[in-house]
C-alpha cells in the first residue's frame, strides 16, 4: 500500500515502511529487552520482540531493502543498557548484516541510552535529532521537536505506537494502526505503530494532549487523519479519517 506517492510503502502486512527509491527499509519502535524489563516485575511474557523484529527484517530484505533506518527507541530501559538488551541488540544487527543490509542507522529515541558505543563498533550510524530521504522526507522520533519540521515534505515519527480500539465477535480490540495527517505547515506526518508487539501505545483520536509527541500535539490536523489498520492477518485496511470515522461510534 502507498503512503506517499510512490516514494513510501507499508511493507507488505508488516509495521514498517519501505522508501524505494532509496531501497531503505524503515522501522520504529522495538524496544527490545522489553521482556526482561517486564520479568524484573514479576510478569513473565513469550520472548516475541526480538522474533518479529527479524522476521520483518526477513521481509525488508525480500523487498530489496539494502538500508535500514531505525526511528527510535530500538531499546526499552532507560536507565542502562542492561545484559539482555545487549545481547539482543547485537544480534538484531547482526542478522541485518547477513541479509545484506550493510547501511544502519539509528535516529536516536528517548529509551536510546547508553547504545551508542555498542552500536558504532558494528559501524551503526547514530543520529541525535533527524535523518532526511530523498524526497523531502525528514526521519525523526518524535519526543522532541525539530526546527527543520516546517521545511519538510513529510515527517516519519514513531514514539505513539498508534493503535485502534474496535468491536469484534463483542470484544474489544486493539489493533495497532499507521495514522496519516495532514500538517498544519503543510506537508503530511506520519505516525508508525510501533514493531514491539506489546508496545500497543496511543489509542488514536481527535484530542491533541492525548498523544505523546509534541510533533503529533502541534502540527497534526486530526479531523483530517486517517488510521490504516496493519496486521498480519486482516491485511492492511484504510478507514475513513478520525472525524467522521469517531462520529460513526
Not at 513469550?46 to 520483518?56: E, N, S
Not at 539509528?106 to 532526511?132: I, S
Not at 499507521?178 to 503530511?188: D, F, N, Q, V
Not at 486517517?226 to 484504510?238: A, F, L, Q, S
Amino acid at each position: 500500500m502507498d503512503v506517499l506517492g510512490q516514494s513510501l510503502k507499508v511493507l507488505g502486512r508488516s509495521p514498517a515502511l519501505m522508501h524505494v527509491r532509496d531501497s531503505t527499509l524503515i522501522v520504529s519502535d522495538i524496544h527490545l529487552g522489553y521482556e526482561d524489563s517486564m520479568a524484573q516485575q514479576g510478569v513473565y511474557l513469550p520472548r516475541l520482540q526480538l522474533k518479529r523484529a527479524k522476521m520483518i527484517l526477513d521481509e525488508g530484505a525480500r523487498a530489496g531493502a539494502r538500508r535500514l533506518v531505525i526511528d527510535g527507541d530500538l531499546k526499552h530501559v532507560f536507565e542502562k543498557l542492561t545484559r539482555g538488551e545487549k545481547l539482543e541488540v547485537v544480534e538484531l544487527v547482526r542478522h541485518a548484516l547477513e541479509l545484506g543490509i550493510k547501511d544502519i542507522v539509528l535516529v536516536r529515541g528517548n529509551h536510546d541510552t547508553f547504545v551508542t558505543p555498542l552500536l558504532k563498533e558494528f559501524g551503526v550510524d547514530v543520529v541525535e535529532d533527524y535523518l532526511t530521504l530523498d524526497g523531502g522526507i525528514l526521519i525523526t522520533h518524535g519526543h522532541k521537536l525539530p526546527d527543520a519540521i516546517g521545511s519538510a515534505d513529510a515527517v516519519v515519527i514513531g514514539h505513539e505506537h498508534p493503535s485502534l480500539e474496535i468491536s469484534l465477535a463483542g470484544s474489544k480490540v486493539k489493533l495497532q494502526v499507521l495514522l496519516k495527517a495532514p500538517m498544519k505547515s503543510g506537508g503530511t506526518l506520519i505516525v508508525m505503530p510501533a514493531i514491539g508487539i506489546y508496545q500497543t501505545g496511543t489509542s488514536v483520536g481527535l484530542d491533541p494532549s492525548a498523544y505523546l509527541s509534541p510533533i503529533t500535539k502541534e502540527y497534526a490536523v486530526l479531523e483530517e487523519a486517517v488510521p490504516i489498520i496493519i496486521d498480519r492477518e486482516i491485511g492492511t485496511v484504510e478507514l475513513p479519517p478520525l472525524g467522521s470515522l469517531l462520529r460513526l461510534r
